[in-house]
Each structure stands twice: as C-alpha cells, then as structure tokens.
C-alpha cells in the first residue's frame, strides 16, 4: 500500500509564492517518478512538472521559469516551488507517485491566487 499527502496549499496574492510539498509513504521501490498535476472545475486535470527518481524534471510551458520541482529521496518527499504566481494558477494541485505501471494520488491541497 502506498499513500500519497500533499501539503502546503493556501491563499497567495498575484506575484507571489508557495512551496508544496507530497510525502510518500508505505511499499515503495527505488524507481520511481513523482509528479504534480492541477485541476479547475470543469476543466481536465492538467501536468505541471514531473521528476523521476533520476532527477530527471518536467515543467509544462505554462508554469516554466516560475516553478521548480525537486525531491529529496532519502524522505520520499517531492516539491514544487511555485514563483511569480498568477490568478491562473489558482486550482486543485495533486501529488502523483507512478511506480511499476501503478500511480496513486494523493488528495489535493488548494491553491488560490487572488488579491
């Protein structure tokens, strides 16, 4: 069983920043990427960046120069810095853990972006 918590959300002015975090916990292999995807109401969830268990990163075009992931495997801890925020930004950020075809979520943690 593997378990995925997001942390860090919350309410930020336009040109701001938050750091979220995700832990993962319970059976997990060495080989592994984490990413972190976002989701408006009616609107598909979307990828924002992704990093595998390599250091190898992902930044979808829409947030690049403004977020960074990165990870510290020794926590199992994945993070996504998030700069220059815009009203934009303003969704559901989930934490995703992909291991061996399988990826499990965590459960959301909001970010609004609003003066």
């Known amino acids: 069983q593997v378990q995925v918590v997001e942390s860090g959300g919350g309410l930020v002015q336009p040109g701001g920043s938050l750091r979220l975090s995700c832990v993962a916990s319970?059976?997990?292999?060495?080989?592994?990427?984490m990413g972190w995807h976002r989701q408006t109401p009616g609107k598909q969830r979307e990828s924002v960046a992704a990093i595998s268990s390599g250091g190898s990163t992902y930044h979808a075009d829409s947030v690049k120069g403004r977020f960074t992931i990165s990870r510290d495997n020794a926590k199992n801890t994945v993070y996504l810095q998030m700069n220059s925020l815009k009203p934009e930004d303003a969704a559901v950020y989930y934490c995703r853990l992909s291991t061996n075809g399988i990826n499990y979520w965590g459960q959301g943690t909001q970010v609004t972006v609003s003066s």
């Open positions: 319970g059976s997990i292999s060495s080989v592994y990427t």
